[in-house]
């Protein structure tokens, strides 16, 4: 169960020894087809303090006894396995997993340093405030997918360059959508606790179980989790696999998915008996799922948020879930990360949720570790990031979050 | 998320009215082009000593207070929703859920029982020493799929019919293969106990949470639920799906599922990050995955076992469970149902148990209830179920139970 390809690509030195000293990235740039004719060209460039190297600041979660197996490398122990490699380019490396309070020491490491690498996972809040602070700053990384823990027009307006691994967790979130859908559906997780309770009870599970096969999915966005998502459903003799999106996917993709495409949101989730959030965190998408659209959703369906808890609205979730509106709510996305201990959702029937953590699989972990050291090693060579990286280049917002 | 489609089948009086008169049925079967020619007579079928009427006994799991339902065909208070039926038919339905030791109501009402009506979710344990005092049986039901409760060769050996709704639930159970593959790769349980337990571990859940895309996954077993699985799987991206069975599934199909077949177990379990379960329990099965041939799989590989419990080693999983030699077992059948409370199948680490309930989901429910009132429909009219159904037919065993 290995992810070893990655890891070996990680560890083997693939990638080449970089030059140190940096010039004016868009004269570099310019040279290059696909970087964007309209990014700005910013001084900072000129001033950092550092001379040659870097200070690159890392915030991931600790994990203490568990950080002993050598390819978990997305802990603070661990640090995405670039320690050496950074060091060894002349770079500063400091991790950290405190970020709470203007004390934390993500805090008092932010002043003089260059690059900041955050995960989804443990999400260090970069407030307007924090960007303040952070006056050296050029490139924030989200080892990861989904970078709204980062205040992104104000890191715009700084002229900064936000930048996430797209693609190295898509299937892993897919996956666990897939899970999250069956457990709900039928009724699998009071089965589960029944047998280390030492109870035997079929009749208090199957009441309320259902089969997936026969029924209506909908997708809310159909990018890439989307599509791997209803990539995954097609072999679940589903009754209809449907999406909404603002853009169509095609009709030649929708044949091989055995998708249709609805214009009208709520036309769509009145038909749905589960549906899939897929959309990331806006502010059009922030509080979509509020009381009003719930109540238009087909009673005892299924809602499953793997993209980020604030798309749903906390109250209108539990109390839907209490009255039977909703079958059931699973999701490791929470409005606030770590959830507190009297989040309403950690509590309410039929709930399906985790910590954050569908997109932190050793197998993802791999891929955003190689993906970071390679956005790195693109930034030190003054090189472009692969276009869909880019969340916020150089003060420019990508279209999503327009 | 209403199975409709059966429920309204089984409540429309779909099935005619039927001749209550019992003559000599091999005559009237010898007729029909399906008849097995060898199949015996027998003179218990000039013998019931209740007239026209025959006695149903059915066994089904008490629902107490979940019984509200009326789609919940399967509990012993809505009892597959037959009894107007039975009853407007001249015969007898006696239900009770009261099945352990000799004088249980199930021992009490089987002396002249005609019809008995079992299922795998709450199996009664039909013994020779049942079928003894059974002594005007003709035909065993299993409202579901495996009959292995019943002891079948003392079954033939008296002349008497088996009879299982075969398909009734096999996408219910592949579904739930799927699921528990998932649960188990992704470590998801320890996830989401840790959210009503009030805490938040990330790393704890991640350190051993993988993907099951690029993986290799083996099913024991491409009989319908087999396939249904492999179908399931197709979507997942897998690096490869294997089968091992007796026979092969054919070319066209095995392009079709993306499968390849292994003809020699032990090769294909050294290959598998996940092995699964799909052949009924006989004589052969029956305690396949033992020690030794568990130490013969890949250190910390998954097993999900919906087919029989007896088919693994109960200590030998639990060791491989706690070594390592698993990374984690789960499944839903157990070597003796209920499971005691001291099972030690409830308590080891890594495991996704469940009470026996993946075939018995409403839609399965649905299902099995209207293919038992079929059965019962048909062989009130003396005529032959389909082929697929018969587990003993007078005498006579199926195949794979040879």
């Keep these: 169960m290995m992810p070893k390809k990655f890891a070996s690509l990680l560890l083997s030195g693939a990638f080449k020894a970089v030059s140190r000293t940096h010039v004016y990235p868009q004269c570099v740039a310019k040279e290059l087809s696909n970087y964007h004719p309209s990014a700005p060209c910013f001084s900072r460039f000129f001033s950092s303090g550092k001379g040659e190297g870097k200070k690159v600041l890392g915030v991931f979660y600790k994990a203490h006894e568990y950080a002993d197996n050598p390819e978990f490398l997305g802990c603070a122990e661990n640090a995405l396995g670039i320690r050496e490699w950074l060091e060894s380019q002349g770079h500063t490396y400091v991790v950290t997993s405190d970020k709470e309070g203007p004390d934390s020491e993500l805090d008092r490491e932010l002043p003089d340093t260059n690059i900041l690498i955050t995960t989804p996972f443990h999400p260090a809040y970069i407030t307007k405030e924090r960007l303040a602070k952070g006056k050296n700053l050029e490139l924030l990384v989200t080892a990861g997918i989904g970078s709204d823990h980062i205040d992104l027009r104000a890191a715009a307006e700084k002229g900064l360059t936000v930048a996430e691994v797209t693609g190295s967790n898509t299937s892993s979130v897919a996956e666990d959508e897939v899970l999250r859908i069956l457990v709900l559906v039928r009724n699998f997780l009071p089965g589960w606790r029944q047998t280390w309770e030492g109870k035997w009870n079929v009749a208090a599970i199957a009441y309320k179980a259902h089969d997936l096969s026969d029924k209506v999915v909908g997708t809310v966005g159909a990018g890439r989790i989307g599509q791997l998502l209803m990539q995954r459903l097609k072999g679940f003799d589903l009754k209809q696999m449907l999406y909404y999106d603002r853009n169509s996917i095609g009709e030649e993709r ?87 201990k009297d989040h309403p959702w950690r509590y309410m029937p039929s709930q399906a949720m985790t910590p954050h953590i569908s997109g932190t699989t050793l197998d993802a972990q791999a891929r955003y570790a190689a993906g970071t050291k390679d956005i790195l090693d693109k930034w030190f060579k003054h090189e472009p990031l692969p276009k869909s990286y880019y969340i916020v280049r150089e003060g420019q917002l990508a279209s999503q979050y327009l």
Aim: aromatic fraction near 4%; hydrophobic fraction near 35%.
């Design 254 to 340: 929708e044949k091989e998915l055995g998708a249709t495409r609805e214009t009208d949101l709520d036309t769509m989730l009145a038909k749905c008996d589960v549906v899939v959030v897929n959309t990331p965190l806006t502010d059009q998408t922030r509080g979509l799922f509020n009381k009003e659209r719930i109540s238009k959703m087909k009673k005892g369906a299924y809602i499953v948020n793997n993209a980020r808890g604030a798309i749903a609205d906390v109250d209108a979730v539990k109390e839907a879930v209490e009255s039977g509106q909703l079958g059931g709510y699973g999701g490791d996305v929470w409005n606030e990360q770590p959830a507190p």
